[in-house]
C-alpha cells in the first residue's frame, strides 16, 4: 500500500471514505469481490451493514468504498496504518479521501519574519503541524515559503491571510474553500466583504471596531504585536543560543570565522512543530469544513 502522493481531488472527497486503486486495471471489473471480501472483511474486520456504498469505476481500477460512521473508518485507517505490509494489499493502493495530513504553504511578505512566529500562528488551527523545509526556486534561492505537514483541528482551516506586525503572510493548501480576495476570510466573496479583522465579526470594518486591538501572534487582546510576551520569550532564547567562538575551528568552506565575535546558531525547523509551541488558550473564528 503506497500512500505518499495519493490524494482524491477536493470537489469529489465524502467524508468516512476511502479510496481503494487496483494497479492492473485489465481484470479491475473482476475484483470488486476481492475488495469487499478480502480487504475490507477479512483485513479491515468491516461487516457489510457498515459499508454505507461503493463507487466503483472498472476501467480505472478505482473503488471509492464510503462507510456508515467515522467510528468504522477510523478503525479501517487504523488497521491499515499498522499493517502496511501485508501480503493481502499487494496491487492496491488505498488511501482516506480527506487525508489526515495534507501539505501547507505559507508565505511570508518579509523573509525576516522569525519562523518560529509563522509556526505559533499556524498551530492554533493543528492539531499536528511539522515542518517539512524552505522552498528554494530553480536556482537553489530561497522564496520566502514555509512548506509543512499539517493535521487541521476539526471544523477549522488556518486563514488564508494574517498579519505579524506590518507584515502580511498567505496561507495555501489543497482543497482550500473559497475564500475573500480583501480581507482573505473564508464564507464570503469580495463584493461582500465587510469583515474585521481585529475581532472577527462580519458586522462592521475594523477602521469602526470598539474593540481593544488585538495581537497578531498569541491572538490575546490588551497589548500589540510588538510587545508581545510570546516574542519577549522568543528573544530571550535566541539571545542563550549564542556561541562564543572558541568553540569553532576555522573551516575551509567557510574561510576564518575570528572575524566575527559571535556566531548566532538558529534552528531551522521541527519535527513537530505543534509539541515546540507554547500551549495557550486561544479565541478565533471556527470556520465550518465543507
Sequence with gaps: MDT?????????????????????????????????????????????EEILAIQDY?????????????????????????????????GYRIFPHVPEEIILVAKSY????????????????????TFSGKILNELGIWTSKYKY?????????????????NVNLDCH????????????????????????TNCGELSHAVKDCLQAKKCFLCFQFGHLY????????QENREEEMVV???????????????????LVIFSDGFSDVSSQCSQKKVEFIPVEQG
Design 4 to 48: 505518499g502522493e495519493d490524494i482524491v481531488p477536493a470537489f469529489a472527497r465524502i467524508k468516512n471514505s476511502i479510496r481503494i486503486i487496483a494497479e492492473d486495471v485489465s481484470t479491475a471489473d473482476k475484483k470488486l469481490s476481492f475488495v469487499v471480501n478480502v480487504i475490507l472483511g477479512e483485513f479491515g474486520r468491516v461487516q457489510k
Design 58 to 90: 472498472p476501467k480505472r481500477g478505482v473503488f471509492d468504498v464510503t462507510f456508515t460512521g467515522e467510528g468504522i473508518f477510523s478503525s479501517v485507517l487504523q488497521i491499515l496504518a499498522d499493517n502496511k505490509k501485508d501480503p493481502r494489499l499487494t
Design 110 to 129: 518579509s523573509p525576516l519574519v522569525p519562523q518560529r512566529e509563522i509556526d505559533l500562528v499556524l498551530s492554533k488551527y493543528c492539531d499536528k503541524l
Design 149 to 165: 505537514k499539517a493535521k487541521f483541528k476539526k471544523g477549522v482551516y488556518p486563514p488564508a491571510r494574517f498579519r505579524l506586525g
Design 173 to 196: 493548501f489543497n482543497g482550500m474553500p473559497i475564500f475573500c480576495r480583501k480581507c482573505r476570510a473564508y464564507g464570503h466573496s469580495m463584493e461582500d466583504c465587510n469583515s474585521c
Design 226 to 233: 510588538a510587545s508581545c510576551p510570546m516574542r519577549e520569550k
Design 244 to 262: 562564543p567562538m572558541e568553540h569553532f575551528a576555522a573551516s575551509p568552506d567557510l574561510g576564518d570565522l575570528s572575524a566575527s565575535p559571535n
